[in-house]
């Protein structure tokens, strides 16, 4: 059975840090595709990030691009997103999202496996 688990949010000020960590089960995320998606109220899930099995690509969502970074750890099959500088438009649900296919996309309906979400929350 394919878990992702996500962990990491929390409350954080605006220009501070978080990583963000998807820990798998029942997979081997060296060989899937891998994207962090995220969820504000009342808006629709948009990706932020992806990195394919090779690690030959990624993909930033532009008003991340420079602040969040994406990463694998094979020893713990974890994938990170380090967010920092973050702001208070960040503040949403973040999830991961597992898929087979090669190339990177931030594209909701292409992963098959999701986790449960982690909340991030910007604010002063």
């Known amino acids: 059975q394919v878990q992702l688990v996500e962990s990491g949010g929390g409350l954080v000020q605006p220009g501070g840090s978080l990583r963000l960590s998807c820990a798998a089960s029942g997979l081997i995320l060296d060989y899937h595709r891998i994207g962090w998606f995220r969820q504000a109220p009342g808006k629709r899930r948009e990706g932020v990030s992806c990195i394919s099995p090779s690690d030959s690509s990624t993909y930033y969502l532009e008003s991340v691009k420079g602040r969040f970074t994406i990463s694998r750890d094979t020893a713990k099959n974890t994938v990170y997103l380090q967010m920092s500088s973050l702001k208070p438009e960040d503040t949403a649900v973040y999830y991961c999202?597992?898929?087979?296919?090669?190339?990177?996309?931030?594209?909701?309906?292409?992963?098959?496996?999701w986790g449960q979400g982690t909340q991030v929350t910007v604010s002063s």
């Open positions: 999202a597992a898929d087979t296919i090669s190339y990177c996309s931030n594209v909701v309906a292409e992963y098959d496996f």
